[in-house]
T-cell receptor, first 113, second 116 residues
Framework: GQQVMQIPQYQHVQEGEDFTTYCNSS?????IQWYKQRPGGHPVFLIQ?????EVKKQKRLTFQFGEAKKNSSLHITATQTTDVGTYFC?????????????FGKGTLLTVNP | DAGVIQSPRHEVTEMGQEVTLRCKPI?????LFWYRQTMMRGLELLIY????????DSGMPEDRFSAKMPNASFSTLKIQPSEPRDSAVYFC??????????????FGEGSRLTVL
């Protein structure tokens, strides 16, 4: 079945440093979504990418979808303490009989003020 | 607007007991998903419904787990009998669209289950 790998598992940064998390799929994806989960909270949708090579920005966050639609990344510029949380990618796979959205295990970001 | 509503928020039970988790999706959303989150396995899709019909239940761990959606505004996930390895946070999520055009998932606050 489809596997979505996410690295790193953990990342600790000083406030102001940049942060990147990477997502890789074993199969070609139809789309990819990114979510953020604060400690003790629930996942909250950030963005969806659909097109090959797509790049989207949300303030200090930059999301990319690979040309082959098998990988994606989330980059945060100049992290702030409010960025703390676990960032999940979720890959959409329409290859089987039913569409599936498979989550990576997430990257836990902690920020030292 | 109210988001996805789940109950109970916390449940502690003993092995062998029946557990029922409840979910009210956002009104107008046609898709409802049940996920389980653990440290070891992350977020796993258990089952999802479209217009109250189960579409994919391949993630349901075993026969002890069952899910129903009797109407557009209510779903249940039942574990009978429960086991300690079922301890996890169970999230319900709903979305306006699904399939190839699955839009954002709106997650509930989750139900934290502890089976002793």
């Amino acid at each position: 079945g489809q596997q979505v790998m996410q690295i790193p598992q953990y990342q600790h940064v000083q406030e102001g440093e940049d942060f990147t998390t990477y997502c890789n799929s074993s199969t070609t994806l139809s789309n990819i979504q990114w979510y953020k989960q604060r400690p003790g909270g629930h996942p909250v949708f950030l963005i969806q990418l659909v097109k090959s090579g797509e790049v989207k920005k949300q303030k200090r966050l930059t999301f990319q979808f690979g040309e082959a639609k098998k990988n994606s990344s989330l980059h945060i510029t100049a992290t702030q303490t409010t960025d703390v949380g676990t960032y999940f990618c979720a890959g959409g796979d329409s290859g089987g009989s039913n569409y599936k959205l498979t989550f990576g295990k997430g990257t836990l970001l902690t920020v030292n003020p | 607007d109210a988001g996805v509503i789940q109950s109970p928020r916390h449940e502690v039970t003993e092995m062998g007991q029946e557990v029922t988790l409840r979910c009210k999706p956002i009104s107008g959303h046609d898709y409802l998903f049940w996920y389980r989150q653990t440290m070891m396995r992350g977020l796993e899709l258990l089952i999802y419904f479209n217009n109250n019909v189960p579409i994919d239940d391949s993630g349901m761990p075993e026969d002890r787990f069952s899910a129903k959606m009797p109407n557009a505004s209510f779903s249940t996930l039942k574990i009978q009998p429960s086991e300690p390895r079922d301890s996890a946070v169970y999230f319900c999520a709903s979305s306006l669209t699904g399939g190839l055009n699955t839009g954002e998932l709106f997650f509930g606050e989750g139900s934290r289950l502890t089976v002793l």
